[in-house]
């Protein structure tokens, strides 16, 4: 079962604008959660982390947003710019797992100039 | 700044081979994992690892063996090349202690002919 899901699997916004990125998760465990950024054929890099005691994170351009009752987060882009045009990946995981992280299927966005 | 290294960025084997992905981080980290990644299946664990000798069965672990015999360096096997498993491959390691974020070397892309 997809304990992650990110159910756009493309998102495309023009310079400038607002890019919001959605995911939802399902095991109410989760406690802690990550935004990934990946180019192609490299490795995805950390961008933002929000833990279950928030319900916003932000920094820089990039702000997290946690609702734990719908158990969804979101991921927002302000102003968006083509560099961010990127594969996105949110993860999750819960204390005690080790750091253990459960992917969801990833989103990838365009930034048109 | 953490460095996870990934012995090749694309490798090309044949059916039947026994394939070895080299993967060595330079922080002292107590954890590392294997990942796959599959378009449109995001990032799949297939093993990781808590410490030297030990390794735990992810997600996806047929077909696949590890070892970690130091600490700085995790190795994922796969036992007798199958096309299926051909693939990108993403090493990440983290330090122990909860809610930290793991750091991606950059991928081996993997084809089985």
């Known amino acids: 079962d997809q304990q992650v899901k990110q159910n756009s699997p493309s998102l495309s916004v023009q310079e400038g604008r607002i890019s919001i990125l959605n995911c939802d998760y399902t095991n109410s465990m989760f406690d802690y959660f990550l935004w990934y950024k990946k180019y192609p054929a490299e490795g995805p890099t950390f961008l933002i982390s929000?833990?279950?005691?928030?319900d916003k994170n932000e920094d820089g351009r990039f702000t997290v947003f946690l609702n734990k009752s719908a158990k969804h987060l979101s991921l927002h882009i302000v102003p968006s710019q083509p560099g961010d045009s990127a594969v996105y990946f949110c993860?999750?995981?819960?204390?005690?797992?080790?750091?253990?992280?459960?992917f969801g299927e990833g989103t990838q966005l365009t930034v048109n100039p | 700044d953490v460095k996870v290294t990934q012995s090749s960025r694309y490798l090309v084997k044949r059916t039947g081979e026994k394939v070895f992905l080299e993967c060595v981080q330079d922080?002292?980290?107590?954890?590392m994992f294997w990942y796959r990644q599959d378009p449109g299946l995001g990032l799949r664990l297939i093993y990781f690892s808590y410490d030297v000798k030990m390794k735990e069965k992810g997600d996806i672990p047929e077909g696949y063996s590890v070892s970690r015999e130091k600490k700085e360096r995790f190795s994922l096997i796969l036992e007798s090349a199958s096309t299926n498993q051909t693939s990108m491959y993403l090493c990440?390691?983290?330090?122990?202690?909860?809610?930290?974020?793991?750091?991606f070397g950059d991928g081996t892309r993997l084809s089985i002919l």
């Open positions: 990440a390691s983290v330090g122990g202690g909860s809610n930290q974020p793991q750091h």
């Open positions: 929000i833990s279950s005691i928030k």
């Open positions: 922080m002292d980290h107590e954890n």
């Open positions: 993860a999750a995981s819960e204390t005690g797992s080790g750091s253990r992280l459960t």
